[in-house]
């Protein structure tokens, strides 16, 4: 025991155990707080994918670094302060966006605010309004354009519409894409369980693959679909039919059963209450 001590011992008295205060402690909490929204902004924002690439690039670099690619090495360094210069550029809208929400955001609430909702993204009530709207405006061959936000925000395409911000029913979104109202043309956007702004407009698709006799409100569907990860109903006004725009692709001619099952693909309910519902279905079904 003795000759473990006299071992151990210089390396135990070189240890130097720094005392912590409480303001150590708060500027930790603070600096948690501010990586964690840091990181939350980035994932929500275009910046997750450039951010995706800097780390490419980093890699690259250090691959560089260990095989000695003098060349390489010497590029990095000198072109450093035109890639910080053109990153503030290119993230230009995101930034002026993420301070304009800081000075609006309660900091205290957001602290308490749970991002998941128990019953998902959005109810089923509001699948079934948007489903009977839907399927109503197409037996009168109203035509239609309802953006679903799903992970990424669609503020930028929101500031181009006028704010609503209405519980969903069938009877607002009918009323809405009613002909000769002043806020039937252009795209309506559903947040949470909300109308959120109409007359928004939209990106239209440069898709050479689509179909030429689809008009621009199935472009511009298939459009947002594109460079966003929401989910587009659309209503034809020629034929009435439903089709839904998702990850880039357009689905035509849904009925109001496949038109419910796309919407709760994307309302991300929790995994439990998916079972419950879908043995609830079933028991149905035996009955």
């Excluded at 947040?191 to 109409?198: D, E, K, T, W």
């Excluded at 928004?200 to 569907?221: E, F, I, Q, V, W």
């Excluded at 209450?273 to 028991?283: C, H, I, P």
């Amino acid at each position: 025991m003795e000759q473990l001590n006299k071992w151990i011992g210089p390396y135990l008295s070189n240890l130097h155990m720094p005392s912590v205060h409480w303001n150590d402690v708060v500027e930790i909490i603070i600096l948690t707080f501010v990586a964690y929204h840091i990181l939350l902004w980035i994932k929500n924002t275009r910046a997750w994918a450039l951010l995706k690439g800097v780390i490419l690039i980093l890699v690259f670099v250090i691959i560089a670094g260990i095989c000695k690619m003098n060349t390489i090495l010497w590029i990095v360094p000198n072109i450093f302060s035109v890639c910080v210069t053109a990153f503030i550029v290119v993230l230009q809208p995101e930034l002026r966006s993420a301070l304009e929400e800081l000075g609006r955001k309660n900091i205290f609430s957001s602290l308490l605010d749970s991002s998941k909702r128990a019953d998902g993204r959005f109810s089923d009530r509001t699948i079934n309004e948007i489903v009977k709207a839907s399927v109503e405006m197409g037996k009168a061959k109203t035509g239609a354009l309802i953006v679903i936000e799903h992970e990424q925000p669609l503020k930028e395409y929101e500031r181009t519409g006028i704010d609503v911000d209405g519980i969903i029913s069938s009877q607002l979104l009918i009323n809405i894409f009613e002909h000769n109202t002043p806020l039937h043309d252009g795209a309506v956007i559903v947040r949470g369980n909300r109308v959120i702004s109409a007359t928004c407009y939209l990106p239209l698709s440069d898709n050479m693959a689509l179909s030429k006799d689809l008009g621009t409100r199935h472009r511009a569907g298939v459009g947002i679909s594109e460079v966003t990860d929401s989910l587009t109903v659309i209503v034809s006004e020629e034929t009435g039919k439903i089709s839904v725009a998702y990850g880039g692709q357009l689905e035509r001619g849904l009925d109001a059963e496949r038109l419910r099952k796309r919407l709760s693909d994307i309302q991300d309910k929790p995994m439990e209450e998916k079972k419950r519902k879908l043995w609830k279905g079933r028991s149905g079904n035996e009955e």
